[in-house]
């Protein structure tokens, strides 16, 4: 099959908002070698407004579950509907499970139109961002090999384009709030690990860090940066937890912003801020894929596989601290992460 003939490439990933952001690696990849918009196959309420009209996407069709019985499901009878009428070519499956699996075995597509990224497991030292570039790289035994890059190659890390669109809607916003015009400074402190599961502090949450830490921290980014407001991130559920955390600061110009930031709205302002300090998430991911310099927390994860890899030229400053021989965020400082801050090239 040549490249411009039969379906375009395809990908199956169903991960978190951070997964759907390193994933851009490799539709860029595949847009770049196969020369066609990629097609996705997802979950998740967050990956359409993330990428849908983003550059190198093609088609997205979302099921709300993969894990549902397929006769139960009319999002993945939908899914595989799509997939039938849509013909055989060439597909990327990135999940490390077969829950998405099924649907591509109902469609009719056979194995040898697959790369699975489970039989090209992670390379010592390698970033996310450089496995799917790697796979990227790699065909189907039945798709012939695209026609040859020609010396053109995309960037590495994953990169998001924030559409007109988005930033027209970010500019009204930040008028109607009296924020038009001023330097922006991004908080992001909780993750939905913080949030499930009930009490904060349980171990199972990892991405916990304290929040009179956090508190001393927006005092000193309110002492660097005297003019900026301080905008805190998050989802609905997250704006509760700002809200202590805002108790204990007590500095001016702190707006809580968790429950106004749909995706598309959240990127356009991670492009527009002069810094983000955050937690190991997906709005990290974000903002390293548009620029945005950042210091990041991290906890049990991996620095060198998950390390925040986006625009050249970002400014990435990543912390991680130890508990008891153990990696854990409760080891690292509230001075650790203001000299970072103190260090970052801000942006405007």
């Known amino acids: 099959m040549p490249s411009g003939s039969g379906a375009p490439p395809l990908v199956v990933r169903c991960g978190a908002f951070g997964d759907m952001v390193l994933i851009t690696a490799l539709i860029r990849e595949l847009e770049a070698r196969w020369r066609r918009p990629v097609d996705v196959l997802t979950s998740g309420p967050w990956s359409e407004p993330l990428l849908r009209g983003q550059p190198g996407v093609g088609e997205l069709v979302r099921v709300r579950s993969r894990k549902t019985p397929h006769w139960l499901s009319p999002d993945q009878r939908r899914a595989v509907?799509?997939?039938r009428a849509r013909g055989r070519g060439p597909v990327w499956y990135c999940d490390a499970n077969d829950s998405a699996r099924s649907m591509l075995t109902r469609a009719g597509i056979p194995d040898e139109f697959i790369v699975d990224v489970r039989d090209h497991p992670l390379l010592a030292g390698e970033h996310a961002t450089e496995q799917w570039r790697r796979i990227g790289r790699i065909d189907p035994p039945a798709a012939a090999a695209p026609l040859a890059l020609e010396g053109v190659e995309p960037p590495a890390g994953c990169h998001l384009t924030v559409l007109p669109a988005q930033r027209a809607d970010l500019d009204a916003w930040l008028e109607a709030r009296g924020l038009g015009g001023i330097g922006l400074v991004l908080i992001q402190v909780g993750n939905k690990r913080t949030m499930r599961r009930g009490w904060k502090r349980l171990a199972v949450n990892h991405k916990y860090w304290p929040n009179d830490r956090w508190a001393a921290v927006l005092a000193h980014v309110r002492?660097?940066?005297?003019?900026?407001?301080?905008?805190?991130?998050?989802?609905?559920?997250?704006?509760?937890?700002?809200?202590?955390?805002?108790?204990?600061?007590?500095?001016?110009?702190?707006?809580?912003?968790?429950?106004?930031?749909?995706?598309?709205?959240?990127?356009?302002?991670?492009?527009?801020?002069?810094?983000?300090?955050?937690?190991?998430?997906?709005?990290?991911?974000?903002?390293?894929?548009?620029?945005?310099?950042?210091?990041?927390?991290?906890?049990?994860?991996?620095?060198?596989?998950?390390?925040?890899?986006?625009?050249?030229?970002?400014?990435?400053?990543?912390?991680?601290?130890?508990?008891?021989?153990?990696?854990?965020?409760?080891?690292?400082?509230?001075?650790?992460?203001?000299?970072?801050?103190?260090?970052?090239?801000?942006?405007?």
């Open 223 to 348: 002492e660097r940066c005297p003019d900026h407001a301080i905008l805190m991130l998050g989802t609905g559920p997250e704006y509760a937890l700002n809200e202590e955390v805002a108790a204990l600061a007590r500095i001016e110009r702190l707006y809580n912003v968790a429950d106004d930031l749909p995706i598309p709205r959240l990127v356009a302002l991670l492009e527009r801020a002069a810094g983000l300090i955050t937690v190991d998430s997906g709005p990290a991911h974000a903002a390293a894929a548009v620029g945005c310099p950042l210091v990041v927390l991290f906890g049990r994860a991996s620095t060198s596989l998950y390390r925040p890899f986006g625009s050249p030229g970002a400014d990435v400053k990543v912390l991680s601290g130890t508990v008891d021989g153990e990696p854990s965020m409760l080891g690292i400082g509230t001075a650790a992460v203001a000299d970072a801050w103190s260090g970052l090239r801000l942006r405007g």
């Open 81 to 83: 509907a799509w997939l």
